[in-house]
């Protein structure tokens, strides 16, 4: 879990947006095809699966939109953020011993 998700708006917007209702324990969240349950607990049991390149991709557009980005600037810086992330994580691909 990071900081962001203090608030519960945004937990269910994660949430849903990642489809974490799709496997969720609660027959209801799946039955309604969104996060009707605990959102706390469903992104504690998910989010740790996420790939973390979409989670720097999420970290991105939340810290845009806080600075009252708009949805067009909040995916620009996003995307920026995961293209860095994917050259950083190309680089210590590079610095990893061969198996």
């Known amino acids: 879990m990071f900081p962001e ?10 949430n849903n947006a990642l489809k974490f209702w799709r496997a969720c324990p ?4 799946r039955r309604a095809r969104s996060c009707v ?12 699966v ?4 979409l989670k720097v991709w999420w970290r ?3 810290d845009a939109k806080r600075t009252n980005r708009t949805a067009r600037q909040a ?3 996003a995307e920026t953020a995961a293209a860095e992330w994917r050259k950083r994580e190309a680089l210590m691909q590079k610095l990893r011993p061969p198996k």
Do not use: S, Y
Not at 26 to 29: A, D
């Open 60 to 62: 991105a557009v939340l």
């Open 5 to 14: 998700c203090n608030d519960e708006d945004t937990r269910w917007v994660l």
């Open 37 to 48: 349950g605990d959102t706390m607990r469903c992104h504690k049991i998910f989010w740790p």
């Open 26 to 29: 609660t027959k209801r969240c």
């Open 75 to 77: 995916g620009r810086l």
């Open 50 to 53: 996420v790939p973390q390149e």
